[in-house]
């Protein structure tokens, strides 16, 4: 069966401070692997998506960027945190295509806390 | 520009009552809608799928309906159980997209 595992769980960063939050994900080939953002009070956002090694959408112009250095590794990253973005971080990953319809399993999430 | 409205942000219903979720959305022309439930601090789970081709789709004591001419979903709990309680999402592609757009969902509290 496919898992999906995020680390680290929550994290206190001081602003200024770089950021990297990575997602793996088990059990399935080729995965559409997705970075979700939710504030406070807010929807989930998305943030990034990609469809395959090295290749990577933005959706949102921030200063958050991210990377898929393998198959099923999703890794998102900051060099200079904002407190703007403090909130809840999920990586989630579908398969799309051949019956299968883009439904997401997500991880079990980054709480970011920016100071 | 593109818009997904979940009716309100919160909703209590007695224990043993049907809840009722409505979804709207405008500009999208959606292949799938999809509802999701999240729980406090986890990450949502995936709940139904319906496709732009049917009325109605029932698991359990679930119901999702998709009207795509009203550019609405309703999602129905039969029975509703305090278990029930969460936030439900529903969701949404652009069709050929592989992106999803989540709606800010809905907080439902079953009383008992």
């Known amino acids: 069966s496919q898992t999906i595992h995020q680390w680290p769980a929550t994290l206190v960063q001081p602003v200024g401070s770089p950021l990297s939050l990575e997602c793996t994900v088990e059990g399935t080939s080729n995965p559409n692997l997705y970075w979700y953002r939710q504030a406070a009070g807010r929807g989930l956002q998305l943030l990034f998506y990609?469809?395959?090694?090295g290749q990577i959408s933005s959706e949102v112009p921030q200063n958050l960027s991210a990377s898929r250095p393998q198959d099923r590794q999703f890794i998102l990253s900051s060099k200079k945190l904002l407190l703007s973005d403090s909130g809840f971080y999920l990586c989630?990953?579908?398969?799309w295509g051949g019956g299968d319809t883009g439904e997401l399993f997500f991880g079990e999430g980054s709480r970011l806390t920016v100071l | 520009s593109q818009k997904i409205e979940q009716n309100s942000e919160a909703l209590n219903i007695q224990e043993g009552k049907t809840a009722t979720l409505t979804c709207n959305y405008t500009n999208y022309s959606p292949a799938y809608l999809q509802w999701y439930r999240q729980d406090p601090g986890r990450g949502p789970v995936f709940l139904l799928l319906?496709?732009?081709?049917?009325k109605e789709k029932r698991k359990e004591r679930l119901k999702v309906t998709f009207d795509t001419t009203l550019k609405q979903s309703l999602f129905h709990i039969t029975a509703s159980q305090p278990a029930d309680s969460a936030t439900y999402l529903c969701?949404?592609?652009?069709?050929?997209?592989?992106?999803?757009?989540f709606g800010k969902g809905t907080k439902l509290s079953v009383i008992p």
């Open positions: 989630a990953w579908s398969v």
């Open positions: 990609s469809v395959g090694i």
């Open positions: 319906i496709r732009e081709n049917e």
């Open positions: 969701a949404l592609d652009e069709a050929g997209s592989y992106q999803l757009t």
